[in-house]
């Protein structure tokens, strides 16, 4: 085995080091927020992401890709559908409230396919096959079937950059949804916290966090996360949690996105 690496090696040396190099500067471009590098990073990403999409669509999977994918965005407007008629069954609309609600809610998603995705401790970036061409827009919000993934930051005309929520500079505002009481949601490098929750939410493991009305990124009410650890129950006024998201952030390969014009006061690091 080992002299069938050396062959490989001494045969291939120039491509591999080649291929190492280009995933090493990718992951350096993308954690700089230079505005030069910034179009440049558009640039290599939409690249090769086009690259990507042109190798998959080699090997299409016909009328299984197109059945798996009114699949997929059905059961992404169903999670928003439950997530609005948990609020306002929180609230205690009526019944019949809900009914017509049910009925009458329309969410503007359009499907997108994963291109390429850049994962690094500190973010997880996405490219998505949907751009200015299709009216994508920055700020628009994507999710998967289970919850948020992520705000579109950057976007050309065939391809979108959508930092994730994996990502140390998204921090939306996100509410605990049993108390209401609001919280940031930040992801460390390692985990997901949520902090300045106060000790009067009686956070538990378990409890659901969506993002909140009064964020500047998503005031539409999402499903985040779930509890897994209350950090320190026993010291000052605030809580901080840790929580798992409910989006498949690194493994998700179709998403949707909500097509409504981003907030007027949508801000996002850059």
């Known amino acids: 085995m080992p002299r069938f690496f050396r062959v490989v090696w001494e045969s291939y040396?120039?491509?591999?080091?080649l291929i190492l190099i280009l995933i090493i500067s990718l992951l350096l471009i993308s954690q700089n927020n230079n505005r030069g590098i910034k179009r440049f990073r558009l640039f290599a990403f939409s690249s090769i992401a086009g690259v990507s999409s042109m190798l998959n669509s080699?090997?299409?999977s016909g009328a299984t890709r197109a059945e798996n994918e009114q699949l997929r965005r059905r059961n992404a407007e169903l999670m928003m559908q439950v997530s609005i008629s948990r609020e306002y069954e929180a609230k205690n609309i009526q019944l019949q409230g809900l009914l017509q609600l049910r009925d009458t809610i329309s969410f503007p998603v359009a499907p997108a396919k994963v291109a390429f995705r850049s994962v690094t401790n500190s973010q997880t970036t996405i490219v998505l096959?949907?751009?200015t061409n299709d009216n994508v827009?920055?700020?628009y919000i994507v999710v998967d079937e289970r919850g948020l993934l992520g705000?579109?930051?950057e976007v050309s005309?065939?391809?979108?950059?959508?930092?994730s929520i994996k990502n140390t500079s998204v921090n939306p505002i996100v509410r605990e949804r049993k108390s209401g009481y609001q919280g940031i949601l930040h992801?460390?490098?390692e985990s997901f916290i949520v902090t300045n929750i106060p000790k009067t939410a009686d956070t538990r493991v378990n409890d659901t966090i969506i993002t909140a009305a009064t964020s500047s990124l998503v005031n539409f009410p999402l499903p985040i996360g779930k509890v897994s650890r209350v950090i320190n129950p026993e010291q000052g006024y605030m809580t901080t949690i840790e929580i798992i998201p409910f989006a498949n952030i690194e493994r998700a390969d179709y998403v949707f996105i909500l097509m409504q014009k981003p907030l007027p006061n949508f801000t996002i690091t850059r």
Not at 13 to 17: A, H, L, P, Q
Not at 157 to 163: F, L, M, N, P, T
């Open 13 to 17: 040396k120039e491509v591999i080091s």
């Open 58 to 60: 080699i090997f299409p």
């Open 129 to 131: 096959d949907k751009g």
């Open 137 to 139: 827009q920055e700020g």
């Open 151 to 153: 705000i579109v930051s």
């Open 157 to 163: 005309a065939s391809y979108s950059i959508v930092r």
């Open 187 to 189: 992801w460390t490098g």
